[in-house]
C-alpha cells in the first residue's frame, strides 16, 4: 500500500507541475510511464484493481497511450546483458518470492506483463512490438502518432517536453 | 465507504461503529485479511488544541491498570513518512493531492506496520486522529468527496469514535494559551488572507462543518470538549467500559448462553 500511495503522491507532484502546464499551452507531452505502471505493478504486490484506478482517476487520459510488449524472456535477456545487478522493487524482491533476484524479476515482471495484457483492452492501449528492430518500432510509433498530432513541416516545432518516471 | 443506512444496526451492545466495526471501510488492502482480530480500534477525533492527546494519555493509563495491552499510534507518526511530510511542509510545493497522498501514505504504513499487528495481537490501539481529520481537511481544501472516501477505503472501521467538539471561540482561547497559532493549523495555505487569527477562525469554523458532517456517516460518539478534563475522561472510560466489558454492567445470564 505504501508503495502504491508514495507512487502516486509522486505521479500527482509531476501531474500538477509538469503535465497540465504544458498541455494547457498547447505542448506535447512525452510521458515515459504513465498511471498504466501503477495499474499492473500495484495489482501484482496485491493492491485491489479497482481500489488503484479510483485512485489515480485525478489523472488526465492520455491522448494515446503506447505499450512496448515484450516476452519476459527477452526482457530478462536484454536486461542481463547491459547490467549485472537487478534493482530491488524491480525484481519484486518485496514480495518474497524468490531469494535469486533473476528468478525474483522473472517471477514478478511476467505477472505485470500478464496485468499489461489486460490494461491494453481496458484502456484501448496501442502495442508496439517491442521484440522488433528500433528502426521498426519507430515507424510504427511515428505511424501512430501522426494519426492524433498534425505534423507541419517546415514550422518552428512545437515545444516538447520528455517526462521520464524511474521505475 | 458504508453510510449507516446500509449498515444493519450492530447486536454488540455500545459498539456504536455498526457491524462494519473491525472491518474495511472499503475495498480494503486485499493481501492482508483481518477478520476475526481480538484487538480494538478505538479513534480519538477532534480539531488542533481540543485536548485529544491528553484524554488519551489518561484512557491509556486506566486501561493499562485494568489489565489490557494498550498501543497508540497518531497521524503523520510513521517511520516511513514523518520525515518526508515535515520536508515538504516546509518546501511550499504541496499541493492538495500531494497533501492528500502523502497523509494516506502515512497512514497506510501506521496501518500495515501497527495498526493491524497491534489488533491481531490483541491490543486495544488507541488512535489519536484517524482517517477522519484527513477527510475533514481535505474536504475543506475542495478534494472531491468520493475520491477520498474511495482512498481511504482501505482504512480499518474502528470498533469506537470518539469526537470531541468544540466551538471555535473555545479553542481559539485555548490554543492561544497554550501554544500559539500555526501556518497549517491556521490554514494559511488557503490563502485567506495575511491575518493568521482571522484565518484560524475561517479555517477552524469550516474544519468543524466538515467534522461535523461526517458525525451520522462514521458513527461518531459526540463529546463536548468544553468541560473539564476530568468530566470528559469519566464519560470517556464510561463508555468504553462498556464497550470492553459489557458484562459488568449486567450480570451474565446463565441459562440463556447469550453471548455479549
Redesign the interface.
Known sequence: ??FS??H??DF??RL??KIIPPLKAGMIVLADRYAYTAFARDAT????R??VR??Y??AVRPDLALYFRVPIDVSVERLMARRVKLKFYEAGMDLGWSTNPVESFRMFQGKVLDEYDHLVDEFGMEVVDARSSITTQQRTVRALIAQHVQLRRGDAPAGEITHDESV | MTSPSDTPESDEPGANGGSIAGRYYGRGIPYLSINDYPGKLIAVEGTDGVGRSIQIQLLREWLEVRGYGVIETGWTRSQLMQPTIELAKSSNTLNKLTFVLLYATDFADRLEKEIIPALKAGFIVLSDRYIFTALARAGVRGVDRQWLRNLYGFAIAPHMVFYLNVDVKTLIGRVLESRGMDYWESGMDLKHGDDIYDSFRTYQNRLLKEYQSMADEFHFRVLDARRPVDRIQDELRKQVGAFLEPVEKAPEPVLTGNKV
Do not use: I, P
Open positions: 500500500m505504501t500511495l508514495l502516486a503522491t500527482a507532484d500538477l507541475y504486490r496485491g493492491v485491489d479497482q481500489w479510483e485512485l482517476s485525478f
